[in-house]
């Protein structure tokens, strides 16, 4: 067997990687960078630009025939996904008499770069620099465009050779978004699934309803439309406040009764057990940035409400829960 050939989009396991909430490169192929097109690629293929490491040799970087006429070169490259840029690095290694003399970088927010290559007045992210043989050039502070962009072009003048394109960043909540429903439409298996949400129903609807045009919205309808029994499913999948036992998820979310006194935790688990007393299930709460305190007043005061009001009211704390475990998908 010679070769073996898997044609594709690249989709990340965030969670391998440390979380999309960390500046990464946005343009590099490994986060799921790519490169649209270019305007000549005849000594090294536009799609080494985005590849892991620096360039081994000449050959593992993108470089343009010399140009006879007007114009210059350039290569188009969308992002990961939307994020604003802090600093890009284009590097020039192993190329010395042939590297680009300068470079610039258009900017984009969605999709309208023209066939041709010119972008009609698109913002720049990096005016016109000059570029050094053989060299690794870092720019922050020349970034000109602070906005989102969803991709870029960049710009060599007149021609010749980039080994890596480099563009850090941090990724939009429009950005993440759009990864998370990715994520659940590529990877997501059923005991990933089960953590964000306990109900059996809700992960087959979820599952049935890919590929998801946003993992939110549907959440948001499946769980809207499930019976009584499938909700009670979902809020036995989660520990009592106070509990140690939970999952790690659990932990974090209640992570506000960790400076809790004594005091606090014995009231608690006295509004635990009448709770469940009246109502026939644990108490249901988006404990996310709530201290132990704040907890337990809630409890004392949802005991008022009749069973139906209270069903609702649990209802919305379980909808809140599987949003933010959503996100939870790509940190």
């Not at 594709?8 to 396991?13: A, I, N, R, S």
């Not at 969670?15 to 490169?25: M, P, V, Y």
């Not at 000594?43 to 993108?62: E, Q, T, V, Y």
């Not at 210059?72 to 992002?79: Q, R």
Request: glycine share 8%.
């Amino acid at each position: 067997m010679a070769r073996l050939r898997v044609h594709g989009e690249v989709v990340p396991d965030w969670h391998r990687l440390g979380g999309l909430h960390n500046e990464i490169d946005l343009a590099a192929a490994e986060h799921g960078g790519e490169v649209l097109g270019c305007s000549d690629m005849f000594f090294g293929p536009k799609h080494n630009l985005i590849m892991p490491g620096r360039a081994a040799n000449m050959s593992d970087g993108w470089e343009t025939r010399r140009r006879r006429g007007p114009g210059n070169d350039w290569v188009e490259v969308k992002l990961a996904c939307e994020g604003v840029v802090r600093r890009v690095e284009i590097d020039t290694a192993h190329f010395k008499g042939n590297h680009p003399d300068t470079a610039s970088i258009d900017a984009q927010r969605g999709t309208g770069f023209s066939p041709s290559g010119r972008a009609e007045a698109r913002p720049t992210l990096l005016p016109n620099v000059k570029l050094q043989p053989d060299t690794r050039h870092i720019f922050a502070n020349e970034l000109q465009h602070s906005d989102p962009i969803t991709q870029l072009r960049l710009n060599v003048y007149p021609d010749g050779g980039v080994s890596r394109l480099r563009v850090f960043g941090t990724a939009t909540e429009s950005g993440r978004a759009a990864i998370v429903t990715r994520h659940i439409n590529t990877l997501m298996d059923d005991a990933e699934l089960r953590r964000v949400c306990g109900s059996s129903e809700w992960m087959r609807r979820m599952t049935a309803a890919r590929p998801l045009a946003n993992a939110f919205t549907a959440a948001d309808e499946i769980w809207a439309s499930l019976g009584r029994d499938d909700i009670l499913e979902a809020f036995a999948a989660h520990p009592r406040i106070g509990d140690k036992k939970g999952t790690q998820w659990s932990a974090q979310e209640q992570s506000g009764t960790a400076s809790a006194t004594d005091e606090t935790m014995n009231a608690m688990a006295s509004a635990n057990r009448e709770y469940e007393k009246r109502f026939g299930y644990i108490y249901i709460v988006c404990a996310t940035g709530r201290s132990g305190d704040e907890l337990l007043a809630m409890a004392w005061q949802r005991l008022n409400n009749d069973p139906d009001t209270e069903l609702r009211v649990a209802a919305e704390e379980q909808r809140k829960i599987i949003q933010l475990r959503l996100w939870k998908l790509v940190e």
